[in-house]
């Protein structure tokens, strides 16, 4: 009776607990949870209820933090002392405010962030950036750091950049941008730095100009050098020495550039033909320079965007060189010196192109027949700005391009007629994107939609965005915002309880994989938590793991 008694009387007072705390805002980030009759060794806070979560490694809670964002994992270092503390601990990644006064703050930031690896510094224009002291700090402070990305920090020098460079030798990966230290700077980064792999450099003002640049050169990163990106920059031909003597270069993007390219692409590639990528945006590069990438024969990526002076006949020599090529951006800019012929010889040579974007270009039926034809792999095309793309030529893709997935087309002549033929061509079709297409109206969509149910179809007539040719915004899945007008988007149907469970397996399966599937996994499962929800589901999960083990 007595026993009965108690028990109704706890019972009583967690439910006015409940209802107090439904009607006001509770500041406990921890739900309560009610504890065994039989164990006493949980640790008893909140009138009388266990604190699971203590019993939590340390590493367990880390590993849980770094599936979090950074605003979840701001938020979990509120709880208390301890996650604080882990939470500082297990940090990698982080990103600062490098405004002068972050100087006085960098002993306390850095004992609490002890583990950084990967860290952004950026700096508004009109403000006073960190020096070299604070720099040169920061490098003593995280002698692991393998990755450092500066933006705007306009107070650094040549000799705080050495300086660091010499107590970060393990740096990975170097992005500056809007600088203005220079060529001595950049030189000792690549001296000491033996494990360099990326770099990428915009609008680095401290280069001298003209004859008198100091040269670039690979220094002891020659061997390391995976990546180099090069934007905005006046006089980025002194950077020569360093793209010909990086002898294991992938990826090479050169960005609005100035100067003559041509003469800097013969001697890079009589000296690199590693390269599978290269992006040539806004330069001054011609069909001689497309003749130097061919002696690239292991190219898979090709990006050449708004290059007027490139025409068929350099993309001819390229392919007939480059026959591993998987994925082709082109923006011909209107100038119509890219065309059917080049586009007939890539798809006669380059059987293996998976991606083809084509921006302000005019392929007509011909061209687009003989890609769909020899691509046999085309997975995902891209057709904006086409003056010639119309019905007939959809028609075409929707008869010929049976293994296309995806498929764009932007502000092209096409009407609801050419969207009949997708209902019941490109049987591996699965988005469909349509924009700036004033013929195309929402019931023609709806009806593709309605007629094919598992596609997602995406339509956005808008009339008040300006085009932008740029090779990303046609083949992105979510590229370019939409206009002032209407957008309609139909998604496929939700997926049903049983795709749900199989696709619940597959992803617990997959966090068996390996850390990335791991972190992926953790992420759907505890759905981006709040900190307090996490809390509470730290509780449960604990709670579930000391009575399975009783």
């Not at 998987?326 to 059987?351: F, M, P, T």
């Not at 095309?381 to 019905?391: I, K, N, R, Y």
Request: proline fraction near 3%; charge should be positive.
């Amino acid at each position: 009776m007595g026993q009965s008694t108690s028990t109704a009387a706890n019972s009583s007072r967690r439910e006015i607990n409940h209802s107090h705390r439904s009607k006001s805002k509770s500041t406990a980030l921890i739900s309560p949870m009610q504890p065994p009759e039989d164990n006493d060794d949980y640790e008893i806070i909140d009138g009388g209820d266990p604190d699971y979560i203590s019993e939590l490694p340390d590493e367990c809670l880390a590993c849980i933090f770094q599936s979090l964002n950074s605003g979840e994992r701001k938020r979990c270092s509120l709880v208390c002392h301890r996650w604080l503390r882990i939470e500082g601990q297990s940090r990698h990644r982080l990103s600062l405010n490098a405004k002068s006064e972050l100087y006085k703050d960098i002993d306390s930031l850095f004992s609490r962030f002890d583990s950084v690896t990967k860290l952004a510094l950026k700096c508004d224009r009109r403000s006073s950036s960190i020096c070299d002291d604070g720099l040169v700090l920061i490098s003593d402070k995280c002698r692991n750091l393998t990755r450092l990305k500066l933006r705007a920090c306009r107070d650094l020098t040549d000799a705080g950049m050495e300086a660091f460079a010499k107590n970060c030798k393990g740096l990975k990966k170097l992005s500056c941008g809007s600088c203005t230290f220079g060529a001595k700077g950049m030189n000792a980064v690549l001296e000491n730095c033996s494990s360099l792999e990326e770099l990428s450099v915009k609008r680095l003002r401290g280069i001298t100009d003209g004859a008198a640049a100091e040269p670039i050169g690979p220094g002891a990163a020659a061997s390391s050098l995976k990546t180099i990106c090069l934007k905005e920059l006046y006089n980025g031909q002194c950077f020569g020495p360093l793209i010909t003597g990086a002898k294991n270069l992938k990826t090479l993007k050169l960005y609005r550039c100035s100067g003559d390219w041509d003469k800097l692409l013969q001697s890079v590639t009589e000296h690199v033909t590693s390269l599978i990528e290269i992006h040539l945006e806004r330069l001054q590069v011609s069909d001689v320079g497309l003749l130097a990438i061919s002696n690239c024969s292991d190219l898979e990526i090709l990006h050449l965007v708004k290059t007027p002076e490139c025409t068929n006949i350099g993309l001819l020599s390229l392919s007939e060189r480059c026959k591993h090529l998987r994925k082709l951006h082109i923006d011909g800019w209107k100038a119509n010196r890219i065309g059917d012929d080049g586009l007939i010889a890539v798809s006669k040579n380059c059987g293996n192109l998976q991606e083809l974007v084509l921006i302000g270009v005019n392929p007509t039926k011909q061209s687009l027949e003989s890609l769909a034809t020899n691509c046999k792999n085309l997975e995902r095309l891209a057709l904006c700005g086409s003056d010639t793309v119309g019905d007939p030529e959809i028609s075409c893709i929707a008869a010929k391009c049976i293994a296309l997935k995806k498929l764009c087309i932007k502000s092209c002549p096409v009407s609801n007629q050419g969207l009949e033929a997708l209902a019941n061509g490109c049987p591996s079709l699965v988005k469909v994107k349509l924009k700036k297409c004033r013929a195309v109206t929402m019931e023609g969509a709806e009806w593709l939609k309605n007629n094919r149910e598992s596609l997602a179809v995406n339509l956005d007539n808008g009339e008040t965005e300006q085009q932008d040719a740029s090779a990303s915004d046609g083949a992105q899945e979510n590229g370019g915002g939409g206009g002032g007008g209407g957008v309609a988007e139909f998604p496929p149907p939700p997926a049903v309880p049983s795709q749900m469970a199989a696709a619940a397996v597959a992803a617990a399966s997959n966090n068996m994989a390996g850390s990335t599937s791991r972190s992926s996994s953790m992420k759907w499962r505890l759905g981006l938590l709040s900190g307090r929800s996490l809390a509470c589901t730290l509780r449960r999960w604990s709670s579930a793991n000391s009575n399975a083990r009783g």
